[in-house]
């Protein structure tokens, strides 16, 4: 009988990559470094993508032409996240939605605060909580959440085709 | 065997980093050039299937976004290969053998600039055996090398032969990164890089994307005035254990040459896969090419090598020759893994 092997070799695993983030998605990005969203219109289907990644999925053209967006919009669908893990925003439960951007024929996806998570509700109007200006950066999270508007509930119809 | 042909091939201009794009804006204008060529739109396609690896981009299912890229509404026929889109082709030629279609659109795209590709390259391939011992590519293409030279199979002065005549060839590729005129004497003077290998014996870092339609012969004639026909394609793979391997001699290539049915006839010229000067030497070799035949006219992997896209570059390129009429006959090879470990050949006809 040989004897068993005992020793492992332990190897780090590790690799670090630059990440291209694209002309188009760049667009977006550095206009959030301005408090401003832009969207990019498909100039065959006339769809508005918000977070476009340079090309229209379903015309396969790109979406070279720059449409400025309201920072408020409606809550398509949601989730209340109740389960914590490692990294979290903030302390369970907290909200997670689909944002349709007033202008914008695709929702993004963002974090609902200033309301009671068993009161967020499909139609919610919301609108953008920027981060102070001085900490305004080419990322969503200059963005730190969205938050009740005010304004009356938008009716299913107006977004039953982006939920 | 249902005869088929490459119709069309489109490609990117090779660069060392491009920091403007990301992978839908790399393959959409490939796409939209390919089907462009043969008056097709993508719903007219009975087939789509890409090769890309997410290893390179960090990012995992990459290659569902580069989708955004082709426009795949209504619902379309997809399929992905996490390799080289040589073997995305081989997916698609083997589909169109089934005869349930008759058109195919191959993509490939790569960034091998945003990683440290030695790196990655070890992890993407070889994540259990070699990789704890941290061997790169060039590493191993070096060590390749070496035996090479051991076994007195090649000279330094014939790797750098090599060289030479590929950035000669790849003066006349609008889509190469690295050409000009020079000189075995000049470039044996360089230092070592990776010893026996010279920097540029080795690949460049390039960013690129390439596409391919493929059809069944009836369409091809339709769609292509001198369609290229593939009448032999084959891949074979060699153990992950380079150990057990003769890294002199590419068993892989030449089984796949056989059943491909190279030395059936006359070859007029080859596109290799041959990321390091050495390894030009081993296939050409393996595939018993003689020295009329002329090897690498697009300047090969030496010239422009983005990961991924490199392999279906050397079956666009012969077939865009063989259309051209620049030759009737022609043979395309792609390779995957470390020291030629996974080899594709293809035999090209312009009848």
């Known amino acids: 009988m040989s004897t068993p092997v005992k020793r492992v070799v332990k190897m780090p695993v590790r690799l670090e990559f630059i990440v291209t983030a694209g002309r188009t998605y760049s667009a977006f990005l550095r206009q959030l470094a301005e408090q401003k969203i832009v969207g990019s219109r498909c100039p065959e289907c006339r769809k508005v993508y918000v977070a476009s990644r340079g090309a229209c999925p379903t015309c396969a053209v790109p979406t070279t032409e720059r449409v400025p967006l309201a920072d408020t919009g409606t809550v398509t669908t949601f989730c209340v996240v109740n389960i914590p893990f490692g990294n979290m925003a903030f302390p369970p439960p907290y909200v997670a939605a689909s944002v349709l951007l007033d202008g914008a024929d695709i929702p993004i996806f963002h974090l609902i605060r200033g309301i009671e998570v068993d009161q967020v509700r499909m139609g919610l109007r919301v609108r953008a909580s920027w981060v102070p200006k001085e900490q305004l950066a080419a990322t969503l999270e200059s963005i730190q959440w969205f938050e009740p508007s005010g304004e009356p509930d938008a009716p299913y119809e107006t977004f039953r085709e982006h939920v | ?351």
């Open chain 2, 1 to 351: 065997m249902r005869k088929v042909a490459v119709v069309a091939f489109a490609q990117l201009p090779s660069v060392r980093m491009d920091t403007d794009r990301e992978e839908v804006e790399l393959v959409q204008p490939v796409v939209k050039d390919a089907l462009r060529q043969v008056g097709l739109r993508i719903g007219e396609i009975g087939f789509t299937v890409s090769g890309s690896a997410d290893f390179l981009l960090g990012r995992p299912f990459s290659f569902v976004s580069a989708l955004d890229g082709i426009g795949a509404w209504p619902p379309i026929s997809e399929s992905h290969v996490e390799m080289d889109g040589a073997w995305a082709l081989y997916e698609a030629w083997v589909h169109l053998q089934c005869g349930d279609v008759d058109t195919a659109l191959v993509y490939a795209y790569g960034k091998s600039s945003l990683g440290s590709i030695r790196d990655v390259l070890v992890q993407q391939l070889d994540p259990y055996t070699l990789a704890p011992l941290g061997p790169d590519s060039v590493s191993l293409a070096a060590l390749q090398a070496r035996a090479l030279l051991d076994k007195g199979e090649c000279t330094e002065r014939q790797m750098a032969d090599v060289v030479a005549r590929s950035r000669k060839s790849a003066k006349q590729n609008e889509f190469a990164q690295l050409k000009g005129d020079v000189t075995a004497e000049a470039l044996l003077r360089k230092d070592y890089f990776v010893a026996p290998l010279r920097k540029h014996d080795c690949p460049p870092i390039s960013d690129g994307a390439c596409a391919v339609v493929l059809a069944s012969e009836e369409r091809a004639r339709k769609l292509c005035e001198r369609p290229a026909f593939i009448t032999g394609i084959d891949h074979r793979v060699e153990s992950h254990a380079l150990g057990t391997r003769d890294l002199t001699d590419s068993v892989s290539t030449r089984i796949a040459a056989e059943r491909a049915g190279v030395w059936r006839g006359g070859v007029d010229f080859a596109e290799l896969h041959a990321p390091f000067s050495s390894q030009e030497i081993i296939l050409s070799k393996a595939l018993r090419l003689g020295p009329d035949v002329r090897v690498n006219p697009s300047g090969g992997a030496l010239a422009a090598n983005p990961v991924m896209v490199a392999g279906l570059t050397r079956i666009g390129e012969a077939a865009t020759r063989i259309s051209r009429g620049d030759g009737r006959r022609a043979v395309a090879h792609a390779t995957s893994g470390p020291c030629l470990q996974q080899n594709l050949v293809c035999v090209l006809e312009a009848s």
